[in-house]
């Protein structure tokens, strides 16, 4: 056979593609070659219902495949009307297809019309080679009430351990019992988890999770009722009620993006490419038609009562989403650019934005800064960094641990947008079409009796004015500015008109913040430390080690090396010699060196830190500042 470089396969979109869609994916993967799935409508199709069938059978390819699989493989999906033979016949010279998978559900003859329609005419015309994947009733999904009945007689009521290995058994089980693939065991884990089935806690005895990240799983078949027990699969689909829009959506959540991107290609071209911000890199997950793409962005601005009368316009809202399926907060933005209009969906987890501060990476030095910070109770923190760093959600965290700790006075706040509402603050958003500024807000909330308050964002002369004034009258005020490190920020408030003697007087500290990824705990691989690298951690005070980790990438990580990221930190409490630089107003390098002097570390030197003890790797510290 010659070198396979695009496989072909022949879909139904009826319960028989599963078998062969996970053979063509696991094909293709091995190969590392391109899939492209095609279906075709029947010729007889109503006309006038024609444009709607061919829409459908589009969102049903997009759903066909694990989000998991879209992202990693080269996939290419196609709808086409006509007779079967002829259409795939067609794509396979158009597109120089190698090999061809259909199903049959005859394991010696090709008894089914459809196989025998295709693979009969490919192998006598085309000369293309055909794999004929055998299907069989007995290979349907099994019931969640088996599922569960099997878990318990091979673990019985409870499974201690460490969490990710608990799940690693689980999902053996299934795979091996059921021979499904583990993208199917995982749908199923998490649908198990939604009915109650499984469920998680730390052992009683202990009143936190132990060191070793000891937690008890519990199994309980009997929590499946009729109605869970009826359901024969246990796809993404078998849990949620779901559109086209919420399913990818939902694949988007499941891949950990931050951010979704839908983009037309060009004035010439009706195609959208979708991306992904996962842990921080912008990854092309898929390209969809036109027609499908802006049915998505038209569901997705329903969903947040978006107005369709001003087609034209760029449009901000947050998306009304079921709770009960997306614990997370989703913020969309649409624009009208060339080719058609542009989305972007910011997604934010609910049980990430309000973080205990120990959690977000800040190290041993990092942690009594922001606490001297912290019970100041007076002046402005500020909290820098480049969009997406994480500065609200270290400014909700740190708010969160002033209440906690018993402050009891009125915590308000001024934001565009209100990215989440949480009850330990009140919340007020921009709204400039009504001539509610931030600096009008915060003027407004001012005279609200404030202890504490939060500007979302100093992007103004105005706003930094209203800001120090705030803080000379003895609030305390927390905002977030974007700049470079600690120094910067102070030459930026001078930019914005700060006078020097407000600025020292005021301020009562500044965190500085970026984000990094985070080696895989299961791939990464010890490295010998190149000279090159040597010289870098020295040149940042670090003493240097014979090896460090490195990304190598595997399955959980999708090949890239890295699993999520943590925080780092360059955090400066007021002292004499800021206070001192500011008031003289020094360059900004001589600010960077009064730093220093005062023993704070640099972002870079505090990254690499993580690198020495396996978190992240030099080459993810070095584009952090690219």
Same mark, same amino acid.
């Given at each position: 056979?010659?070198?396979?470089?695009?496989?072909?396969?022949?879909?139904?979109?009826?319960?028989?593609?599963?078998?062969?869609l996970?053979?063509?994916?696991?094909?293709?993967?091995?190969?590392?070659?391109?899939?492209?799935?095609?279906?075709?409508?029947?010729?007889?199709?109503?006309?006038?219902?024609?444009?709607?069938?061919?829409?459908?059978?589009?969102?049903?390819?997009?759903?066909?495949?694990?989000?998991?699989q879209?992202?990693?493989l080269?996939?290419?999906?196609?709808?086409?009307?006509?007779?079967?033979?002829?259409?795939?016949?067609?794509?396979?010279?158009?597109?120089?297809?190698d090999?061809?998978?259909?199903?049959?559900?005859?394991?010696?003859t090709?008894?089914?019309?459809?196989?025998?329609?295709?693979s009969?005419?490919?192998?006598?015309?085309?000369?293309?080679?055909?794999?004929?994947?055998?299907?069989?009733?007995?290979?349907?999904a099994?019931?969640?009430?088996?599922?569960?009945?099997?878990?318990?007689?091979?673990?019985?009521?409870?499974?201690?351990? #460490?969490?990710?290995?608990?799940?690693n058994?689980?999902?053996?089980?299934?795979?091996?019992?059921?021979?499904?693939?583990?993208?199917?065991?995982?749908?199923?884990?998490?649908h198990?988890?939604?009915?109650?089935?499984?469920?998680?806690?730390?052992?009683?005895?202990?009143?936190?999770?132990?060191?070793?990240?000891?937690?008890?799983?519990?199994?309980?078949?009997?929590?499946?009722?009729?109605?869970?027990?009826?359901?024969?699969?246990?796809?993404?689909?078998?849990?949620?009620?779901?559109?086209?829009?919420?399913?990818?959506?939902?694949?988007?959540?499941?891949?950990?993006?931050?951010?979704?991107?839908?983009?037309?290609?060009g004035? #010439?071209?009706?195609?959208?490419?979708?991306?992904?911000?996962?842990?921080?890199?912008?990854?092309?997950?898929?390209?969809?038609?036109?027609?499908?793409?802006?049915?998505?962005?038209?569901?997705?601005?329903?969903?947040?009562?978006? %107005?369709?009368?001003?087609?034209?316009?760029?449009?901000?809202?947050?998306?009304?989403?079921?709770?009960?399926?997306?614990?997370?907060?989703?913020?969309?933005?649409?624009?009208?650019v060339?080719?058609?209009?542009?989305?972007?969906?910011?997604?934010?987890?609910?049980?990430?934005?309000?973080?205990?501060?120990?959690?977000?990476?800040?190290?041993?030095?990092?942690?009594?800064?922001?606490?001297?910070?912290?019970?100041?109770?007076?002046?402005?923190?500020?909290v820098?960094?480049?969009?997406?760093?994480g500065?609200?959600?270290?400014?909700?965290?740190?708010?969160?641990?002033?209440?906690?700790?018993?402050?009891?006075?009125?915590?308000?706040?001024?934001?565009?947008?209100?990215?989440?509402?949480?009850?330990?603050?009140?919340?007020?958003?921009?709204?400039?079409?009504?001539?509610?500024?931030?600096?009008?807000?915060? %003027?407004?909330m001012?005279?609200?009796?404030?202890?504490?308050?939060?500007?979302g964002?100093?992007? #103004?002369?105005?706003?930094?004015?209203?800001?120090?004034?705030?803080?000379?009258?003895?609030?305390?005020?927390?905002?977030?500015?974007?700049?470079?490190d600690?120094?910067?920020?102070?030459?930026?408030?001078y930019?914005?008109?700060?006078?020097? %003697?407000?600025?020292?007087?005021?301020?009562?500290?500044?965190?500085?913040?970026?984000?990094?990824?985070?080696?895989?705990?299961?791939?990464?691989?010890?490295?010998?430390?190149?000279?090159?690298?040597?010289?870098y951690?020295?040149?940042?005070?670090?003493?240097?080690?014979?090896?460090?980790?490195?990304?190598?990438?595997?399955?959980?990580?999708?090949?890239?090396?890295?699993?999520?990221?943590?925080?780092?930190?360059?955090?400066?409490?007021?002292?004499?010699?800021?206070?001192?630089?500011?008031?003289?107003?020094?360059?900004? #390098?001589?600010?960077?060196?009064?730093?220093?002097?005062s023993?704070?570390?640099?972002?870079?030197?505090?990254?690499?830190?993580?690198?020495?003890?396996?978190?992240?790797?030099?080459?993810?510290?070095r584009?952090?500042?690219?």
């Amino acid at each position: 056979m010659a070198e396979v470089k695009r496989i072909l396969v022949a879909c139904k979109l009826d319960e028989s593609d599963e078998r062969v869609l996970e053979y063509a994916a696991a094909l293709a993967g091995l190969k590392n070659v391109e899939l492209h799935a095609i279906h075709v409508l029947e010729g007889n199709t109503a006309q006038s219902s024609l444009q709607d069938a061919i829409l459908h059978a589009r969102e049903e390819l997009e759903r066909a495949f694990p989000p998991e699989q879209v992202i990693k493989l080269k996939i290419h999906w196609e709808v086409r009307v006509g007779e079967v033979a002829s259409e795939i016949s067609g794509y396979l010279k158009e597109v120089n297809i190698d090999l061809v998978i259909v199903g049959s559900h005859s394991r010696s003859t090709l008894t089914s019309l459809f196989t025998r329609q295709v693979s009969t005419d490919l192998l006598r015309r085309q000369f293309c080679p055909v794999v004929i994947v055998p299907l069989s009733h007995s290979d349907e999904a099994p019931s969640l009430t088996r599922i569960a009945d099997m878990l318990h007689a091979e673990f019985g009521s409870t499974i201690s351990g #460490d969490r990710e290995a608990t799940l690693n058994r689980i999902r053996a089980a299934i795979t091996k019992s059921f021979r499904v693939v583990a993208e199917r065991a995982d749908a199923c884990i998490h649908h198990l988890e939604a009915i109650g089935v499984l469920t998680w806690q730390t052992p009683p005895e202990e009143d936190t999770v132990t060191e070793d990240g000891s937690v008890l799983c519990r199994l309980n078949p009997a929590a499946i009722t009729e109605t869970h027990g009826a359901l024969n699969e246990f796809g993404p689909e078998a849990a949620i009620a779901t559109s086209p829009a919420l399913d990818l959506l939902q694949r988007a959540i499941r891949l950990r993006a931050t951010d979704l991107h839908m983009d037309p290609s060009g004035a #010439d071209d009706d195609n959208y490419s979708v991306r992904m911000r996962i842990d921080g890199g912008l990854e092309h997950y898929c390209n969809l038609n036109g027609d499908l793409a802006r049915h998505h962005i038209q569901q997705f601005k329903v969903l947040a009562d978006v %107005r369709f009368g001003e087609p034209f316009a760029p449009h901000e809202a947050s998306l009304r989403l079921p709770g009960t399926t997306f614990d997370c907060h989703v913020r969309i933005t649409t624009a009208p650019v060339a080719g058609g209009e542009s989305l972007c969906l910011r997604i934010q987890s609910k049980a990430a934005i309000v973080r205990p501060l120990a959690e977000l990476g800040l190290m041993s030095g990092n942690c009594e800064t922001v606490d001297e910070i912290r019970s100041r109770g007076e002046g402005i923190v500020l909290v820098t960094g480049p969009t997406g760093s994480g500065k609200t959600t270290t400014v909700y965290s740190m708010l969160n641990a002033l209440c906690s700790d018993g402050h009891s006075g009125n915590v308000v706040t001024i934001e565009d947008p209100v990215e989440f509402n949480l009850p330990f603050l009140r919340q007020m958003n921009v709204d400039e079409a009504h001539g509610l500024t931030l600096a009008r807000g915060l %003027r407004t909330m001012l005279r609200m009796d404030p202890d504490v308050v939060f500007v979302g964002e100093i992007r #103004d002369a105005e706003t930094a004015l209203t800001a120090m004034r705030a803080a000379s009258s003895g609030k305390y005020v927390f905002s977030t500015l974007h700049t470079r490190d600690v120094a910067s920020t102070v030459t930026a408030l001078y930019d914005l008109g700060v006078d020097p %003697r407000s600025m020292a007087g005021n301020l009562a500290g500044i965190i500085s913040q970026r984000l990094v990824r985070r080696l895989c705990t299961e791939c990464r691989e010890r490295v010998a430390l190149n000279d090159t690298d040597r010289r870098y951690l020295i040149e940042h005070e670090i003493e240097p080690v014979d090896e460090v980790f490195a990304a190598r990438g595997c399955d959980r990580c999708r090949s890239t090396g890295y699993f999520g990221r943590i925080g780092v930190f360059e955090t400066v409490s007021s002292n004499s010699a800021i206070v001192d630089a500011i008031n003289q107003k020094l360059t900004e #390098d001589k600010v960077r060196q009064a730093i220093r002097s005062s023993g704070t570390a640099s972002l870079i030197a505090n990254a690499l830190r993580f690198v020495i003890d396996g978190t992240t790797s030099i080459s993810e510290v070095r584009s952090m500042t690219r």
